[in-house]
């Protein structure tokens, strides 16, 4: 059983950091990608920043470019988000995810992230 427990939000003024955890525990066999999302109030989830298992090539969400980054720690099984410059729309609840590449997906519970202005 794959488990994905977030950490790391909270609120945190404009021009501020955070910096997300996502401590997976469980074997994925054959896992592609991790990535994480943002769910903001009234909004869909929105894809932040993805990175492949295999290479470590990221991808990020245009209005997070350039101020945030996704790493990881194999030797940890934790997935990381630094979050810099934040800006009060960067407001939401913040999923980690992990992708085999077999279709399946596994999420974890969430973390709130909210910056003030």
Not at 51 to 67: F, Q, W
Request: a positive charge; glycine letters at 14%; proline letters at 2%.
């Amino acid at each position: 059983q794959v488990q994905l427990v977030e950490s790391g939000g909270g609120l945190v003024q404009a021009g501020g950091s955070l910096r997300l955890s996502c401590a997976a525990s469980g074997r994925i066999a054959s896992l592609n990608a991790m990535g994480w999302y943002r769910q903001a109030p009234g909004k869909q989830r929105e894809l932040v920043a993805t990175i492949m298992a295999s290479g470590g090539r990221t991808n990020y969400g245009d209005s997070v470019k350039g101020r945030f980054t996704i790493s990881t720690d194999n030797a940890k099984n934790t997935l990381y988000l630094q979050m810099n410059s934040l800006k009060p729309e960067d407001t939401a609840v913040y999923y980690c995810n992990y992708n085999d590449n077999y279709g399946h997906g596994y999420w974890g519970q969430g973390t709130q992230v909210t910056v003030s202005s």
